[in-house]
């Protein structure tokens, strides 16, 4: 309710939005754009975001683009379309006439075989066929998160989300009123989950467990052993895994990417993905959620009737966009995947070597996959700041350098670092932080 | 080696398009369970929501899906689908080469690939406030303009920001069945009030005096009206407002038909009247240039006196924003072009295609006693008639109807029950000239089988002639 002018209004705000958008990263960013000194002539260096399209180094694949250019202009692909992976009955296939084109069964065309190209690409490497009814389509991995956890949110239940997280997780956990319980990834066990703390937090009322592999924001990918072992615990706990595979295959390192889905015999498992990041296009807003569910619990229970329900109230991808999946998924050269990888290899390795030349923080574990890497800030070296936020605050003000505080994702007094940017901006970057922290050591007497 | 294939059963499907028959009207979903066991014993926590099937039972797919389920291999006729809205994949319809130009260029750039803000990016939050401001004496700046995914991804967000404990709705009978959907799931209640048919769809001021109450805190009008297809004058828009005033709730205004007009009442928008009352427009492009499939539209915030920000809906919306998944980029960027180089010619190429449809469909209608109009559209893409039972042997309402429609003749129009309008029917003008000689033929022979039978011999002997030859494919 609200007053304005006298008067008075029935109408006002929802506190709960309020709440659960406070932790969010952008709420962050927009906090630290607002320490920036204007005067101040250099550049603005973003190492706070995930977003590397804007640099020529990451740029997307030339060939997806024309093959979005295509589908526009073809005129087939202006229409409603429905992404809730309801295959078409076979009986309705006789009804239609291409004389008359018809919308539903358009949409549900388009639908199967966007279905097709996903589950075909995504299966590559993996031990089996993943079913193209299986997929469902959404406006990139966050409205997949939207729905997901909106969808899981009954009265009473909790959900296990990492700490350090992704927030818009928990943002939208909130939002739904799905109480989070934390479980740690351990930073001196190379991230790892730990487990223990898991099977301590849940109870009859958790629904699932979240992963992030490759981790956002750690850095690290996890082992198959490691995997195994996750799958293991969850199906003990009665709960599904949220597997967040946004960075599918980004991963650069020693460790080779291994999809949750191999272990979805042993736990049903929510896949998420986009093209988002593999291809540098988040601006696309085309992703996908995949029910991986042999034994059929997720069905059974209500889940995915539930998650279509929700699905074909909700927006969709950009019907030309799916129009362009096929020729992107499927005709995109290896060249393009491994030429961006070795970009951010590169641009790991210079990260890890400069962060090393840097007093006050410590990098754990040397990134092996996704743009970010973890770091803890040793105040003991540092005279008047106090936490992670006056940390970046100060460091935008004074550096025009731009790091998450880790307490955006919920490791107060760590920092975000995100790489994956061009390396000279980078380099330059990471000598800022570098006379930033000389500038603010302590001094010995 | 060959990958092993885990097999989904079909079952799913059929059940899918079962899953939401609208008769009786709406019932709500069986209950679902909530813990399933596997063979180790294992309970499984999680489960789907009522809220979900709750809402998902007011949309118009159920309703649809229903009705093709009706139709049959064996009536030899293709099927006509005129329940349900989309002109855009029909050629003549094809929107402009300028439009699709504009989103060429941009993605060749390369430059527009990046996440954008919460609330859109700026260049395209202007190009709506220029757009907008052409009929508007007070005029939007770019941070009064919110872009979403659709203008039904508005009315999600908007809902999700207004709903509060207590809080209820009025949401107009003949209505857009989404917004019924949406404030389900946000936990709004809902409070209808009429559209008078006898009043060419005016809405009810008594009526919503009467079930406002101290936790109403919108009430939503869709202008040009969707399905009935007027276009409200501009007294009784005032009207509107004032009573709103008086209420102390909010205009949420669906302008998504305002370039899809072809009467002679003039388009007003609702946002003229900010100035006696708040008003949030929502809009977009699908409609007016018929590209639904690109997901991009808008809300506007007309309130001179600051009033969304002082109650703080305003902050809401943002934070919601920040929160939900946002149009593409691409598109965003290519919007102030699409907006700049709206071309009157195409819209009125469009318009007249329309017209045409309804003319064709009226005129056809005065042979159909059983199915009247009582007021030709002068908007959107919809037409819709009343249905004259008396006249009809063995029918009983408007749902019947329509089934029977389409298991004998293959033709889908949509139950006015559906969108809360018992024994109407809403027919679908957007589509080809044709399709509507066909339908219309299809259904005369129809009433004509079902006419109640009088007393006189003849008149069965010729309709069942009629019919005979009455063969479309």
């Given at each position: 309710?609200?007053?304005?002018?006298?008067?008075?209004?029935?109408?006002?705000?929802?506190?709960?939005?309020?709440?659960?958008?406070?932790?969010?990263?952008?709420?962050?960013?927009?906090?630290?754009?607002?320490?920036?000194?204007?005067?101040?002539?250099?550049?603005?260096?973003?190492?706070?975001?995930?977003?590397?399209?804007?640099?020529?180094?990451?740029?997307?694949?030339?060939?997806?683009?024309?093959?979005?250019?295509?589908?526009?202009?073809?005129?087939?692909?202006?229409?409603?379309?429905?992404?809730?992976?309801?295959?078409?009955?076979?009986?309705?296939?006789?009804?239609?006439?291409?004389?008359?084109?018809?919308?539903?069964?358009?949409?549900?065309?388009?639908?199967?075989?966007?279905?097709?190209?996903?589950?075909?690409?995504?299966?590559?490497?993996?031990?089996?066929?993943?079913?193209?009814?299986?997929?469902?389509?959404?406006?990139?991995?966050?409205?997949?998160?939207?729905?997901?956890?909106?969808?899981?949110?009954?009265?009473?239940?909790?959900?296990?989300?990492?700490?350090?997280?992704?927030?818009?997780?928990?943002?939208?956990?909130?939002?739904?009123?799905?109480?989070?319980?934390?479980?740690?990834?351990?930073?001196?066990?190379?991230?790892?989950?730990?487990?223990?703390?898991?099977?301590?937090?849940?109870?009859?009322?958790?629904?699932?467990?979240?992963?992030?592999?490759?981790?956002?924001?750690?850095?690290?990918?996890?082992?198959?052993?490691?995997?195994?072992?996750?799958?293991?615990?969850?199906?003990?706990?009665?709960?599904?895994?949220?597997?967040?595979?946004?960075?599918?295959?980004?991963?650069?390192?020693?460790?080779?990417?291994?999809?949750?889905?191999?272990?979805?015999?042993?736990?049903?498992?929510?896949?998420?993905?986009?093209?988002?990041?593999?291809?540098?296009?988040?601006?696309?807003?085309?992703?996908?959620?995949?029910?991986?569910?042999?034994?059929?619990?997720?069905?059974?229970?209500?889940?995915?009737?539930?998650?279509?329900?929700?699905?074909?109230?909700?927006?969709?991808?950009?019907?030309?966009?799916?129009?362009?999946?096929?020729?992107?998924?499927?005709?995109?050269?290896?060249?393009?995947?491994?030429?961006?990888?070795?970009?951010?290899?590169?641009?790991?390795?210079?990260?890890?070597?400069?962060?090393?030349?840097?007093?006050?923080?410590?990098?754990?574990?040397?990134?092996?996959?996704?743009?970010?890497?973890?770091?803890?800030?040793?105040?003991?070296?540092?005279?008047?700041?106090?936490?992670?936020?006056?940390?970046?605050?100060?460091?935008?003000?004074?550096?025009?350098l731009i790091i998450l505080p880790g307490r955006a994702v919920g490791l107060r007094n760590w920092l975000r670092i995100t790489f994956a940017v061009e390396l000279e901006l980078l380099v330059d970057g990471l000598s800022r932080l570098n006379n930033f922290a000389q500038r603010?050591?302590?001094?010995?007497? | 080696?060959?990958?092993?294939?885990?097999?989904?059963?079909?079952?799913?499907?059929?059940?899918?398009?079962?899953?939401?028959?609208?008769?009786?009207?709406?019932?709500?979903?069986?209950?679902?369970?909530?813990?399933?066991?596997?063979?180790?014993?294992?309970?499984?926590?999680?489960?789907?929501?009522?809220?979900?099937?709750?809402?998902?039972?007011?949309?118009?797919?159920?309703?649809?899906?229903?009705?093709?389920?009706?139709?049959?291999?064996?009536?030899?006729?293709?099927?006509?689908?005129?329940?349900?809205?989309?002109?855009?994949?029909?050629?003549?319809?094809?929107?402009?080469?300028?439009?699709?130009?504009?989103?060429?260029?941009?993605?060749?750039?390369?430059?527009?690939?990046?996440?954008?803000?919460?609330?859109?990016?700026?260049?395209?939050?202007?190009?709506?406030?220029?757009?907008?401001?052409?009929?508007?004496?007070?005029?939007?700046?770019?941070?009064?303009?919110?872009?979403?995914?659709?203008?039904?991804?508005?009315?999600?967000?908007?809902?999700?920001?207004?709903?509060?404990?207590?809080?209820?709705?009025?949401?107009?009978?003949?209505?857009?069945?989404?917004?019924?959907?949406?404030?389900?799931?946000?936990?709004?209640?809902?409070?209808?009030?009429?559209?008078?048919?006898?009043?060419?769809?005016?809405?009810?001021?008594?009526?919503?005096?009467?079930?406002?109450?101290?936790?109403?805190?919108?009430?939503?009008?869709?202008?040009?009206?969707?399905?009935?297809?007027?276009?409200?004058?501009?007294?009784?828009?005032?009207k509107v407002a004032e009573t709103a005033r008086k209420l102390g709730i909010m205009v949420i205004t669906d302008e998504v038909y305002d370039q899809t007009i072809f009467g002679d009442n003039p388009f007003v928008p609702m946002g003229k009247f900010a100035s006696i009352v708040?008003?949030?427009?929502?809009?977009?492009?699908?409609?007016?240039?018929?590209?639904?499939?690109?997901?991009?539209?808008?809300?506007?915030?007309?309130?001179?006196?600051?009033?969304?920000?002082?109650?703080?809906?305003?902050?809401?919306?943002?934070?919601?924003?920040?929160?939900?998944?946002?149009?593409?980029?691409?598109?965003?960027?290519?919007?102030?072009?699409?907006?700049?180089?709206?071309?009157?010619?195409?819209?009125?190429?469009?318009?007249?295609?329309?017209?045409?449809?309804?003319?064709?469909?009226?005129?056809?209608?005065?042979?159909?006693?059983?199915?009247?109009?009582?007021?030709?559209?002068?908007?959107?893409?919809?037409?819709?008639?009343?249905?004259?039972?008396?006249?009809?042997?063995?029918?009983?309402?408007?749902?019947?109807?329509?089934?029977?429609?389409?298991?004998?003749?293959?033709?889908?129009?949509?139950?006015?029950?559906?969108?809360?309008?018992?024994?109407?029917?809403?027919?679908?003008?957007?589509?080809?000239?044709?399709?509507?000689?066909?339908?219309?033929?299809?259904?005369?022979?129809?009433?004509?089988?079902?006419?109640?039978?009088?007393?006189?011999?003849?008149?069965?002997?010729?309709?069942?002639k009629l019919s005979d030859n009455n063969v479309g494919i």
């Amino acid at each position: 309710m609200g007053e304005s002018g006298g008067k008075r209004w029935n109408f006002g705000a929802n506190e709960v939005v309020e709440q659960s958008c406070s932790q969010n990263v952008r709420y962050f960013l927009n906090l630290l754009a607002d320490n920036l000194d204007g005067n101040d002539g250099r550049a603005v260096i973003p190492l706070g975001h995930g977003d590397p399209s804007p640099f020529p180094s990451f740029r997307t694949d030339p060939a997806a683009v024309e093959a979005v250019c295509h589908a526009l202009r073809s005129a087939q692909f202006n229409h409603y379309s429905t992404t809730s992976g309801l295959p078409l009955a076979r009986k309705f296939m006789f009804l239609f006439n291409a004389a008359y084109a018809l919308l539903v069964p358009k949409g549900n065309t388009l639908n199967r075989l966007i279905g097709l190209a996903v589950a075909e690409y995504l299966s590559r490497d993996l031990s089996y066929q993943i079913c193209p009814n299986d997929v469902h389509l959404t406006a990139g991995c966050h409205h997949a998160i939207d729905v997901l956890i909106s969808t899981l949110a009954v009265p009473g239940a909790n959900i296990l989300l990492p700490r350090p997280t992704y927030p818009m997780y928990d943002s939208r956990a909130t939002f739904s009123k799905l109480e989070i319980r934390r479980y740690d990834l351990l930073p001196d066990n190379g991230w790892e989950v730990d487990l223990d703390a898991v099977e301590a937090l849940a109870d009859d009322k958790t629904v699932a467990l979240l992963l992030i592999n490759p981790c956002n924001p750690c850095g690290n990918v996890f082992s198959r052993q490691h995997l195994q072992k996750i799958a293991e615990t969850a199906s003990k706990l009665g709960v599904l895994v949220i597997a967040d595979e946004v960075y599918m295959k980004m991963a650069f390192g020693e460790k080779p990417f291994v999809s949750m889905a191999e272990f979805a015999e042993i736990v049903p498992v929510m896949l998420l993905g986009a093209i988002s990041k593999r291809w540098s296009v988040p601006g696309w807003r085309f992703g996908w959620m995949v029910t991986l569910d042999p034994h059929s619990f997720m069905k059974d229970s209500g889940l995915v009737h539930s998650l279509a329900n929700v699905l074909n109230m909700s927006t969709d991808p950009t019907t030309f966009i799916q129009g362009a999946i096929p020729d992107i998924l499927g005709k995109t050269k290896e060249d393009f995947f491994s030429s961006k990888l070795e970009t951010l290899r590169e641009c790991a390795e210079t990260c890890y070597e400069e962060m090393k030349k840097i007093p006050c923080i410590t990098c754990p574990y040397k990134p092996e996959g996704s743009m970010f890497t973890m770091v803890k800030i040793e105040f003991g070296h540092l005279e008047d700041i106090k936490d992670d936020l006056e940390f970046c605050c100060k460091l935008a003000k004074e550096e025009s350098l731009i790091i998450l505080p880790g307490r955006a994702v919920g490791l107060r007094n760590w920092l975000r670092i995100t790489f994956a940017v061009e390396l000279e901006l980078l380099v330059d970057g990471l000598s800022r932080l570098n006379n930033f922290a000389q500038r603010h050591s302590k001094k010995h007497p | 080696r060959a990958k092993k294939t885990y097999k989904r059963d079909k079952k799913m499907s059929e059940e899918q398009a079962h899953a939401n028959l609208v008769v009786p009207a709406f019932r709500t979903e069986k209950e679902l369970k909530t813990q399933t066991q596997n063979g180790h014993g294992t309970v499984w926590r999680f489960g789907g929501t009522d809220k979900a099937a709750k809402a998902s039972t007011v949309t118009l797919r159920g309703v649809i899906y229903m009705l093709f389920d009706n139709c049959s291999k064996d009536v030899k006729k293709t099927v006509l689908p005129l329940g349900h809205g989309d002109p855009s994949v029909y050629p003549c319809f094809r929107t402009c080469i300028e439009a699709e130009d504009a989103v060429v260029d941009v993605l060749r750039s390369g430059k527009c690939n990046s996440y954008g803000p919460g609330a859109g990016i700026l260049p395209a939050r202007r190009a709506v406030a220029d757009y907008l401001n052409k009929d508007l004496p007070n005029k939007l700046t770019p941070d009064d303009i919110f872009l979403t995914a659709g203008c039904n991804q508005g009315i999600e967000i908007l809902f999700e920001s207004l709903a509060r404990p207590n809080a209820n709705i009025l949401l107009p009978r003949p209505g857009f069945p989404h917004y019924d959907a949406r404030a389900l799931y946000s936990g709004l209640e809902i409070r209808k009030f009429d559209l008078l048919p006898n009043k060419e769809w005016e809405i009810d001021l008594e009526g919503i005096e009467a079930i406002a109450d101290e936790n109403t805190v919108a009430l939503v009008v869709i202008n040009p009206n969707n399905p009935c297809g007027n276009v409200y004058s501009h007294d009784h828009l005032q009207k509107v407002a004032e009573t709103a005033r008086k209420l102390g709730i909010m205009v949420i205004t669906d302008e998504v038909y305002d370039q899809t007009i072809f009467g002679d009442n003039p388009f007003v928008p609702m946002g003229k009247f900010a100035s006696i009352v708040p008003v949030l427009t929502l809009g977009g492009i699908s409609k007016g240039w018929v590209v639904p499939g690109w997901k991009i539209g808008w809300m506007a915030l007309n309130d001179p006196e600051g009033v969304f920000e002082s109650t703080k809906v305003l902050q809401s919306i943002k934070q919601n924003l920040d929160i939900t998944p946002d149009p593409s980029t691409i598109i965003q960027a290519a919007l102030p072009k699409i907006l700049e180089k709206a071309d009157k010619k195409f819209f009125a190429k469009k318009n007249e295609i329309l017209k045409h449809n309804v003319d064709l469909v009226c005129d056809r209608l005065k042979d159909i006693p059983s199915v009247v109009c009582p007021k030709k559209p002068e908007s959107c893409t919809y037409l819709l008639t009343k249905l004259e039972l008396s006249l009809l042997e063995n029918i009983k309402d408007d749902i019947d109807f329509c089934v029977k429609l389409a298991r004998e003749e293959n033709l889908v129009f949509l139950p006015g029950e559906a969108l809360g309008l018992k024994n109407w029917m809403r027919i679908t003008i957007g589509v080809e000239a044709h399709m509507l000689e066909d339908a219309l033929e299809r259904l005369k022979g129809f009433c004509t089988r079902h006419a109640k039978k009088t007393d006189t011999e003849t008149e069965p002997l010729q309709a069942l002639k009629l019919s005979d030859n009455n063969v479309g494919i």
